[in-house]
């Protein structure tokens, strides 16, 4: 080992411990050195002593500041709009509405498939379809006079027809949102004949659920710097997911792609929120108008008002099951707010449609997946992107389907589990092992664990409170990478430098969760270099190959992947050199470790890989690639509802245990557990961070958060109305990653992103209904709703007092 | 999030803080810890044209004085739950301003400030209705000494006179032997309260209820108190399940709360029988026999 690795950061190479039941493994019988470790990484200390810049840290000199002039209506025509008062404070530099947009339009066709004309301006010209949309930009030399000019364009509004529930705006007197009509998208998949399986099946269960408009409350807010370089490229360094945003740039400032450049900057949280543009084209017309740096930082109101929102699902399932636990048949309907405009609601409705009937194997199955423009704030994309809503779908049918056959809520869900080369309603088989098995049964087993271990009086100290207590568990579905038919790349570019230090250059975007990190780590694994002398360059449309935006769970997979190719195509571009210097013949003979390239087994045989670089240059053998990693493709035909959707899939199993006040309805989580198969972890300290991240923000969502929308006026527009939990309010949730079924990620490893922000909801409404013995079926699962099952338990004269929760 | 422009000036005394707030007059607002005030003007939904800094005006501890306990008006929250004499002499004083904001907010906030915004959902105020507490103000026509329940009026607003700013808070100190209670219902950790109930009270040598303060705070305009109606139900008889519940079903039927985010009107109401009887009991379960009384 060089000097400088410790056994914590390069353990000596051992097997990867299979985990699970043997046989059934794919195992490669690989050994690594640096994949797998929990090594850190210059961001993480960077973060914490506040040292890393973020998108609002930065400022040029002569900055003006931006602010937006948001719509006050839900749904307006616009008369007037009259800038004189705003352009009359001193220090107002630019005042622009519609008329100054050189092509006032935001073009992203969502669907991939060619289904969504619909064009959204960048501001409203004749007309406004939700409160909070964009009208005016302005820009001062001061925050402060930038928010006294916006309040000071005086907008002229008429009154004018608006629909704020998705299945209203799909009657046929509705006021159209668009005049292309309210249905933006509906995706239909059938598979056998599900009507008639529903009819003949042993027992039906019919359930309908209903969520919430929730908000991605990232720490950092949307912020962003932009100015005009020498060469004359509208540069801008910004929050964002999605640097090649630049080309949409582009077209709304009339001006070759070339001439805008989007630097993206770490990220402080994104969770799909930073994937639609969101400051990026106001900042670029501030700047081109005024030829000066602009910054502008959205409040947390205007987030909170403004910026798209997940979408609420209403879901209605119908599940047909035999007397022995079979699923024979299944009905899903999902109608979802698209809000006012379409942003990527086509495709969060497709990913709710593909796993609609959960990680079960369904013989007869149909879903239909509707997309609605309601005058409601936009939605678009959030952590767990369609495939999340569901699960609380179909995992409280599970539980339903288990109580009405009187079979345990494990067994009913073991007999359905879809296996590899099982089918999705889509017809697609899964082509790699599904673990889901396990994840359910460790779950259990830690679960039980924690409860046997003791913990705090149920109570909470209150003894003059009545509970009851309660078990709950969920098992989800969620795809990883974007849909085959958008046959997705991502581009890598690497060099050795003369000291043999690497450089990777790569247009990956970090939201926070170590994007950049786990390159370095899979770099060093290939070749050998120590993960301190990687540069692992991101983010800059000039500067580094597109690897696409940081969403869908789709940047290990890809970027992961692109690194890993180009990683390996340099080892072996170089590997012709080494053995000629160290006279061996065959490559495979090599090995690259600790800086340098060794013949195996023989010890005093070998160059550093500075050594190596010089000599591959001298040889005009130069020491970088560029490599392009292409994701599986495949085809999908819209009109039948069959084809090849997502490249793969992550499952995964949370169980908790919940206290309920039967007075106030107040939901305590005893313990919490998370389980996700990822096949095999690059850092698995960033792995259970991103399990336990995602289990608390689903706990949110499960019981507190929400923006209520009343006749499309959003009434929490502060987080002292928005209920997102904090420390004080969650549990410490036990994070169990297993590396069973291999996936297609780099060395195997599958999408951890979003999976685990889906089960929550479902846990806590199951385990709430094995306490007291009543399903809420509408999110988020609140005290009052809580009372109110009660009361119609009670109503209906059930008894179902207990002391401890119920054996899974 | 940017405050319109205001003026600035500081305070270095009591006297010179009733001055400058009658040079400023309806435009001039008083900043103490500025946890209400200063999100309201970042919010422009408070525009003063000037504001009184009054942090220079004072600093004195909590201290007794003839078996009442003084709070001076620059005491922030955090020094209440945590001070010594603040706990020894009325520990539900301590425990209300455990309830208070989260930590950033206790370390600033104070209860001059607190007592002097009136917020319904303000924990101070509700005890100090409950403690029988009074406000100590100085005006431009001299200091006086307002009851804490004829000091809250309605929603923010006090019975304090133009030119007058809170100089302290004052409470009876709490005799060993009676038993205390603050509770409130909150959605999620540090945020306003949904219902706050406090309850003092003294048993007779037999355990029997002696005497009985209960308020209610956040569900109207003002904290309610209700000490006569728990009084007609437990004075002299045993504090129970039975008899409690009574009480908070009567509590219940006396307040209206409006609707809000975190919780129905309807929600809040029914939580109040829930809370008071919760706190009945808890201080109850605190009070010794032939206490205080």
Redesign the interface.
């Known amino acids: 080992m060089t000097a400088g690795v410790d056994a914590r950061t390069a353990p000596p190479a051992v097997p990867v411990a299979p985990v699970g039941p043997p046989g059934e493994l794919v195992r490669t019988g690989e050994t690594f050195r640096v994949v797998g470790t929990s090594i850190s990484h210059r961001d993480f200390e960077q973060k914490v002593r506040g040292e890393l810049s973020y998108a609002d840290d930065w400022r040029m000199p002569g900055m003006l500041y931006g602010r937006i002039v948001r719509a006050q209506l839900p749904s307006a025509l616009i008369e007037r709009i009259d800038r004189s008062g705003a352009l009359a404070i001193p220090g107002v530099h630019a005042v622009l509405t519609a008329a100054d947009v050189p092509r006032n339009a935001i073009t992203e066709e969502a669907s991939g498939l060619g289904m969504d004309p619909i064009v959204q301006p960048v501001l409203a010209a004749d007309r406004v379809r939700y409160q909070g949309e964009p009208v005016a930009v302005v820009a001062a030399e001061t925050?402060?006079a930038a928010?006294?000019a916006a309040d000071r364009v005086l907008v002229d509004y008429r009154d004018h027809p608006g629909v704020f529930d998705p299945e209203a705006a799909l009657a046929p007197d509705a006021p159209l949102v668009h005049r292309q009509g309210n249905r933006l998208v509906e995706w239909r998949l059938e598979r056998g004949d599900p009507d008639e399986a529903l009819r003949t099946a042993d027992a039906v269960v019919e359930g309908e659920y209903r969520t919430q408009f929730v908000d991605h409350a990232y720490m950092e807010p949307e912020a962003g710097v932009g100015w005009i370089d020498g060469d004359g490229v509208v540069t801008l360094r910004v929050a964002t997911q999605v640097i090649e945003h630049a080309r949409e740039i582009a077209q709304i400032l009339g001006v070759p792609h070339t001439k805008v450049r989007v630097i993206g900057t770490y990220m402080g949280g994104g969770f799909g929120g930073k994937e639609d543009m969101t400051i990026e084209p106001y900042l670029a017309l501030l700047v081109w108008a005024t030829r000066r740096p602009v910054k502008m930082v959205w409040?947390?109101?205007e987030s909170l008002l403004a910026r798209q929102k997940r979408h609420p699902f209403t879901m209605y399932y119908r599940t047909g099951v035999m007397s022995d636990g079979r699923i024979v048949g299944e009905t899903v309907r999902i109608v979802g707010d698209a809000g006012a405009y379409p942003l990527l609601s086509p495709r969060v409705l497709f990913a709710g449609a593909v796993t609609a009937a959960g990680p079960y194997d369904v013989p007869n199955v149909r879903v239909e997946s509707t997309a609605v423009f309601t005058n409601n704030v936009p939605t678009s994309a959030m952590r767990g992107f369609g495939a999340m809503q569901v699960v609380f779908g179909y995992e409280s049918q599970m539980d339903r389907l288990a109580d009405q056959l009187g079979l345990s809520r494990t067994e009913i869900r073991e007999r359905n589990f879809i296996k590899k080369g099982g089918q999705l309603p889509t017809h697609e088989q899964l082509d790699t092992y599904v673990a889901v098995r396990e994840t359910l049964q460790t779950a259990l087993e830690a679960l039980d664990e924690e409860a046997g271990s003791g913990d705090a009086a149920l109570d909470g100290g209150?003894?003059?409170?009545h509970y009851l207590v309660g078990r709950g568990f969920a098992c989800g579905i969620q795809p990883y990478g974007r849909s085959r038919f958008f046959a997705d790349r991502a581009s890598c570019w690497m060099g050795l430098e003369r000291d043999g230090s690497a450089v990777v250059r790569i247009g990956v975007t970090d939201l926070g969760a170590g994007q950049a990190a786990s390159l370095a780590q899979i770099t060093a694994e290939v070749l050998g270099v120590h993960p301190d002398r990687i540069s692992v360059h991101i983010a800059d449309t000039a500067l580094t190959p597109l690897s696409g935006g940081t969403f869908g769970t789709r940047q290990l997979y890809m970027s992961g992947n692109a690194v890993l190719k180009t990683a390996r195509e340099l080892r072996d571009k170089l590997a012709p050199v080494a053995t000629s210097l160290l006279g061996v013949d065959d490559p495979a003979e090599l090995e690259f470790a600790d800086d340098r390239v060794a013949v195996r087994g023989g010890a005093d045989r070998f160059l550093s890989l500075a050594e190596l670089s010089g000599a591959a240059e001298e040889r005009g053998v130069m020491p970088f690639h560029l490599s392009t990693f292409e994701a599986e493709t495949g085809h999908f035909d819209v009109r039948t509802g069959r084809g090849q959707t997502f490249p793969d899939f992550t499952f995964g199993t949370h169980a908790a245990d919940v206290a309920v006040d039967l007075?106030?309805g107040q939901i305590r989580i005893l313990r919490y557990v998370a389980c996700h198969d990822v096949g095999r972890m690059i850092n698995p300290q960033r792995v259970e961070g991103q399990i336990q991240g995602g289990a608390v923000q689903g706990i949110g969502y499960a019981l507190?958060e929400e923006i209520?929308i009343v006749e499309g006026i959003p009434?929490?527009s502060?987080f002292?109305?928005y209920?997102?939990?904090?420390s004080?309010?969650v549990p410490d949730v036990r994070a169990i990653p297993l590396e069973i079924g291999l996936g297609k990620g780099p060395f195997g490893a599958r999408g951890i992103g979003e999976p685990p922000i889906a089960p929550p909801a479902a846990v806590l409404a199951n385990a709430v209904a094995d306490a007291i013995g009543v399903r809420i079926t509408e999110l988020p699962i609140?005290?009052?709703r809580v009372?109110a099952a009660l009361r119609e338990r009670r109503g209906v004269g059930a008894d179902r007092e207990r002391g401890g929760p119920t054996p899974a | 999030m940017y405050p319109s422009l205001f003026d600035y000036a500081g305070a270095t005394s009591w006297p010179q803080a009733v001055q400058l707030l009658q040079e400023g007059g309806e435009e001039a607002k008083v900043l103490a810890g500025g946890q209400s005030l200063v999100p309201m003007m970042a919010l422009r939904l408070a525009t003063p044209a000037l504001l009184i800094d009054v942090n220079g005006a004072g600093d004195g501890e909590p201290r007794r004085e003839s078996g009442r306990l003084v709070v001076p008006a620059l005491t922030r929250h955090a020094t209440l739950q945590r001070s010594v004499v603040v706990r020894d002499a009325c520990p539900i004083l301590a425990e209300a301003a455990s309830w208070i904001g989260n930590i950033r907010v206790r370390h600033r906030g104070t209860i001059g400030g607190s007592v002097a915004h009136a917020d319904p959902a303000g924990e101070l105020p509700c005890s100090l209705v409950a403690l029988e507490g009074a406000v100590r103000v100085l005006g431009p026509s001299g200091e006086r000494i307002i009851a804490a329940s004829n000091f809250f009026q309605t929603y923010f607003t006090t019975a304090l006179e133009p030119g007058e700013v809170v100089t302290a808070v004052e409470v009876p100190v709490i005799a060993s032997g009676r038993g205390w209670a603050f509770l409130e219902l909150i959605r999620r950790v540090g945020d306003f309260a949904l219902v706050e109930a406090a309850a003092l009270i003294d048993l007779d040598d037999a355990g029997q209820c002696a005497r009985v303060r209960l308020t209610v705070g956040a569900v109207g305009e003002r904290p309610v108190d209700l000490s006569d109606e728990a009084g007609a139900v437990l004075q002299n008889g045993s504090i129970d399940e039975a008899s409690a519940a009574e009480v908070g079903r009567r509590a219940s039927a006396a307040v209206d709360p409006p609707d809000a985010v975190h919780g129905s009107g309807a929600y809040r109401r029914e939580m109040v029988a829930v809370y008071v009887r919760r706190a009945l009991l808890a201080a109850a379960a605190r009070a010794g026999r032939g206490g205080a009384a």
């Open positions: 925050a402060a928010e006294d409040s947390r109101q209150d003894t003059n409170a007075e106030t507190s209520r009434e929490s502060l002292a109305d209920l997102m939990p904090t004080a309010d609140t005290p009052e009372l």
